[in-house]
């Protein structure tokens, strides 16, 4: 949950950042342009979705989890976070994501169905697998603007410690 309250600036040349969503743009690049029409044409088409599923009455979905326990939540509504603060606090804050019908599954994302649900955290093996990736993913992408360098693909396993006093320094 950590990553969703810690965004940053993004600092792109030519850009001054005034607050999380805004900025001053004095001509804005071309490529701009396509993205925020792409992104408005997802966007639409995504609140039109989601309009149309909350017309439909709320449907109870079963959840089954590890150990037989047997758990009602609603269709669309509620999430695997809400399941996991539901039965403690500690899986809540210490899972890294969630696994639904064995595919992986992000802790904020609407369940649908009925589904067997498993939370993974840091010492589950799927966990520790997922989570490396996830967090070099995060960095690089914050590289660029952040340090004004160029951005690569992470490693399969994350960042090596040989790269950590690079980092760091």
């Given at each position: 949950?950590?990553?969703?309250?810690?965004?940053?600036c993004?600092?792109?040349?030519?850009?001054?950042?005034?607050?999380?969503h805004?900025?001053?743009?004095?001509?804005?690049?071309?490529?701009?342009?396509?993205?925020?029409?792409?992104?408005e044409?997802?966007?639409?088409?995504?609140?039109?979705?989601?309009?149309?599923?909350?017309?439909?009455?709320?449907?109870?979905?079963?959840?089954?989890?590890?150990?037989?326990?047997?758990?009602?939540?609603?269709?669309?509504?509620?999430?695997?976070?809400?399941?996991?603060?539901?039965?403690?606090?500690?899986?809540?804050?210490?899972?890294?994501?969630?696994?639904?019908?064995?595919?992986?599954?992000?802790?904020?994302?609407?369940?649908?169905?009925?589904?067997?649900?498993r939370?993974?955290t840091?010492?589950?093996?799927?966990?520790?697998a997922?989570?490396?990736?996830?967090?070099?993913?995060?960095?690089?992408?914050?590289?660029?603007g952040?340090?004004?360098?160029?951005?690569t693909?992470?490693?399969?396993?994350?960042?090596?410690?040989?790269?950590?006093p690079?980092?760091?320094?």
């Open positions: 949950m950590a990553l969703y309250q810690r965004w940053r993004l600092r792109l040349q030519g850009l001054q950042a005034c607050r999380l805004t900025a001053v743009v004095s001509t804005p690049p071309r490529w701009l342009a396509e993205r925020l029409g792409l992104f044409e997802l966007w639409a088409a995504q609140v039109k979705r989601l309009a149309s599923m909350a017309q439909k009455e709320p449907r109870t979905i079963k959840i089954s989890l590890p150990g037989g326990q047997k758990i009602d939540a609603v269709a669309w509504n509620t999430t695997p976070y809400q399941l996991a603060r539901q039965i403690s606090s500690t899986l809540a804050d210490t899972a890294v994501a969630a696994q639904v019908n064995g595919e992986p599954y992000d802790l904020e994302r609407p369940l649908e169905t009925d589904s067997d649900l939370f993974l840091f010492d589950s093996p799927e966990g520790k997922d989570n490396p990736g996830l967090r070099a993913a995060c960095f690089g992408a914050d590289l660029p952040t340090y004004s360098c160029c951005s693909l992470p490693e399969a396993r994350g960042f090596t410690g040989s790269a950590s690079v980092v760091q320094g």
